[in-house]
């Protein structure tokens, strides 16, 4: 059987050939230790190190000494959260995100609450998007956080982060603003310094790059206290010891620089796609909706409820085809999306299906796609 074709680009990206070229001989000849101050493995490992953080920090409009690596977005968020909460716990213990913010945010504030902190979740418009006034309006003064997500990875939509960060802050300017930009790096421009956030979270399988390594952005100025996560050497600034996985650094740094030198153009040319896509399936089909702004939407994201089929039933049928009915993080547990249950009501959710179109994503694979998926809705549609 052919290999079906890769429609979800939200769960995790193919890493890029330039990219695995580029991490290849850190497997082999170059494999020291980036912490071996005393040989030359150490120093080669090292400045490879340096080069990717150059490269991250560039990609973000941000310092090197503001890049701290570690596992991914699902830990950067942890180090964000955590770090910040119980490091700021002596002025407040208030955290504040959006009911729609990825499970690594949620569950991470939710184990915070059952700790004895207060969580506000702030509800989203039935486009997904949040409105400035209600996020101010769940601040108080014993809030000392809060976290929301520049791009949606279920419905792709893409917040305006610099109008939200800039209410919080002229709220408190002392209250830590968190953003998880996983989905956005590569394709949304990500610039610290328009943004106006605090601490920004990004991971490498998101943007064409290997999996397990991701990073946290600390704005330098004002510095922010942090607690770590995990305690055993003064690695990352002392925030995330343990020994840097080169390799999985220095594709994180060149799918970095891709994405800055290619990701616009990139981005256009799935836009077009995907919007063919949509124009396809709703006059060859009817009974399309689409879930999540259509405006303020990131190019590869495509969630739509199909009008008379349950996801569940439709997904079997197409074998072709790699789709998801909400996001991989909570496919595993077959629990409703709660980013869809924040928008449409549940029988909506449960018509709905997402699509991620992304670099790798040809004309051929569309046309095919679209093929199997007609035939399968009308074959459920019966
Ligand atoms: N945040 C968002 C918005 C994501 O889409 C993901 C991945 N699904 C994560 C965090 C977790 O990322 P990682 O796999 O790098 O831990």
Redesign the pocket.
Known sequence: MPAPIYLDN???TRCDPRVLAKMLPYFTEHYGNASSKTHAFGWTAEAAVGLAREQVATSLGAQTNEIMFC???????NLAIRGTALAYQSRGKHLVIAAT??L??LDCARALEAEGFRLSLVEVGADGLLEPASLVAALTAETTLVSI?L???EIGVIQNIGALADAVHDYNDELVFHC?A??ALGRVAVDVGPLGVDLL?V????VYGP?GV?ALWRRRRPRLPLQPLLHGGAHEQGLRPGTLPVPLVVGFGQACLLAAEEGAADEARIALLRDHMLEQLTTRLGGIELNGSRSARVAGNLNIAIEGVLAEKLIPRLQGLAVSSG???SSADGRPSHVLAAIVDTARAQRSLRMGLGRFTSEEEVAQALDLLVAAVKAERG
Not at 71 to 77: H, R, W
């Open positions: 939200q769960a995790t596992s991914g977005a699902t830990e950067a968020n913010e990825h690594s945010v997500m791009v949606n990875n998880d996983a989905q979270t991971s490498a399988h998101k999996k991701g996001s991989a993080c």
